[in-house]
């Protein structure tokens, strides 16, 4: 298992253990070490923005002092929508790794295929390198929470 | 003057006084009423994701208690980068009323070119109704902050 991702998908249980919303972690890497950290809290601090990704980006350039990660890598547990994509760009992160991707995604009910077919992703032009890492693992995420029956659907 | 977009510039005046970032304000309406207001703050904060239109949904879902702003609408004195135009999607606002454009934004050294080459929209799938309004007293922020020696360049 991969480290990071091993940290992330910390996230997406701590997540899914409080019911904060969807099943999905992100840490921030500089210099070996985590910078920030984040999980999906879309329920539970009501905030329709508070992706994994955004959150540890917020949470690490709180940590950093500075608005610019562009040394940074991010570790995500689900392939950035385009909302944290854009986000990941304007962080300047150019090093990205993630576990599932929008299919499995959809496949527990969070389906971007809308915002997918209105900002479709160019990654020929992109800039920001995207390494797909433990998908089976971050799998294993995706199933607790649709076992939990008492997840708030959204 | 629109009553909305004059107290969406009202933040953006305040956000190029401060020094808090881009020359950008928005405000969320629901019933006639302002219920979140927010500048851009990406330098004040060192957040790269407070942009305008994202400090306001977050602060009118605070407001609210609610992720789901599906009867506001929202007021920004520039079209929002796509970073913003999903987050406008995942609060499910559908009425955006937007003051200059892109190109205005690229004038004044905000060139999100790169990004909306990678993330280029497809309005004929969007649900969001984008509308222009007041762009002359947007472009008056945008002069003040051009004028500012002393603001941080980013």
């Known amino acids: ?20 919303g969807g099943p999905f972690g992100a840490v921030i890497v500089c210099n070996g070490a985590i910078v920030g950290r984040g999980h999906n809290k879309v329920i539970g601090t009501n905030d329709p923005t508070a992706h994994a990704e955004i959150n540890a980006i917020r949470e690490a350039c709180k940590n950093l002092g500075k608005f610019d990660l562009s040394d940074c890598s991010l570790y995500t547990t689900c392939e950035p929508c385009p909302m944290c994509y854009a986000a ?17 995604a959809a496949h527990i009910g969070f389906d971007d295929k809308i915002l997918y077919d209105i900002l479709p992703r160019q990654d020929d032009l992109a800039s920001v390198k995207l390494t797909q890492l433990e998908r089976d ?16 659907l959204y």
């Open 1 to 20: 298992m991969d480290p990071f991702m091993g940290e992330a998908i910390s996230e997406a249980r701590l997540g899914v253990e409080n019911r904060d």
């Open 88 to 104: 990941i760009h304007w962080a300047r992160i150019t090093d990205v790794y993630y576990g599932c991707d929008r299919y499995d």
């Open 137 to 152: 693992s971050c799998l294993e995420v995706f199933k607790l929470y649709e076992m939990d029956e008492k997840r708030t």
